[in-house]
T-cell receptor, first 113, second 114 residues
Framework: GDSVTQMEGPVTLSEEAFLTINCTYTATGYPSLFWYVQYPGEGLQLLLKATKADDKGSNKGFEATYRKETTSFHLEKGSVQVSDSAVYFCALIRTGTASKLTFGTGTRLQVTL | KAGVTQTPRYLIKTRGQQVTLSCSPISGHRSVSWYQQTPGQGLQFLFEYFSETQRNKGNFPGRFSGRQFSNSRSEMNVSTLELGDSALYLC?????????????FGPGTRLTVT
């Protein structure tokens, strides 16, 4: 079945550091890929998406590129801020099961001054 | 445009009771999905409703059920509550169309079963 694997957290960075959160997936066909972010006490917010190979999703300084050859969708940001502290979830939807998001376990990011 | 709303935000119930959670999707969104979030199991898909019909279902027991109304609002019901049902229940809505896969989540309902 479909699955998403994320790097274990927590990830602790100083403000303005470079962020990478690794995500790899297993799915048949050509899934669409997403990153969601969850702030304490809140639901999930869609951060960015990519729907086909080599697409780059970007939003608020975050980027991720859909790499079919390595089945990866790593999240990056050049300079993190304290306000980026949250839990980040990588997820996929496989065409044909378009309502069912399969999530990774989430990676907690803590950014300190 | 208003986001997805869920009521209530917090609930405390006793084992054996039943509970109903409500979700109002973004205006114009006809698909509503429900997810359970727990520390142990993470985020798991419960079911999806579209045009008042259940279109997809996850691997949860029959105690978990849902419905959708003609205005796209959805409810989920959990009967005979167990301690393990304590979780954050998230509702998500989306526009149903070709290549329209992104789902938008509400703030969730935190259910505690004692």
């Amino acid at each position: 079945g479909d699955s998403v694997t994320q790097m274990e957290g927590p990830v602790t960075l100083s403000e303005e550091a470079f962020l990478t959160i690794n995500c790899t997936y297993t799915a048949t066909g050509y899934p669409s890929l997403f990153w969601y972010v969850q702030y304490p006490g809140e639901g999930l917010q869609l951060l960015l998406k990519a729907t086909k190979a080599d697409d780059k999703g970007s939003n608020k300084g975050f980027e991720a590129t859909y790499r079919k050859e390595t089945t990866s969708f790593h999240l990056e940001k050049g300079s993190v801020q304290v306000s980026d502290s949250a839990v980040y979830f990588c997820a996929l939807i496989r065409t044909g099961t378009a309502s069912k998001l399969t999530f990774g376990t989430g990676t907690r990011l803590q950014v300190t001054l | 445009k208003a986001g997805v709303t869920q009521t209530p935000r917090y609930l405390i119930k006793t084992r054996g009771q039943q509970v109903t959670l409500s979700c109002s999707p973004i205006s114009g969104h006809r698909s509503v999905s429900w997810y359970q979030q727990t520390p142990g199991q993470g985020l798991q898909f419960l079911f999806e409703y579209f045009s008042e019909t259940q279109r997809n279902k996850g691997n949860f027991p029959g105690r978990f059920s849902g419905r959708q109304f003609s205005n796209s609002r959805s409810e989920m019901n959990v009967s005979t509550l167990e301690l393990g049902d304590s979780a954050l229940y998230l509702c998500a809505s989306r526009v149903d169309g070709i290549n329209k896969f992104e789902q938008y989540f509400g703030p969730g309902t935190r259910l505690t079963v004692t």
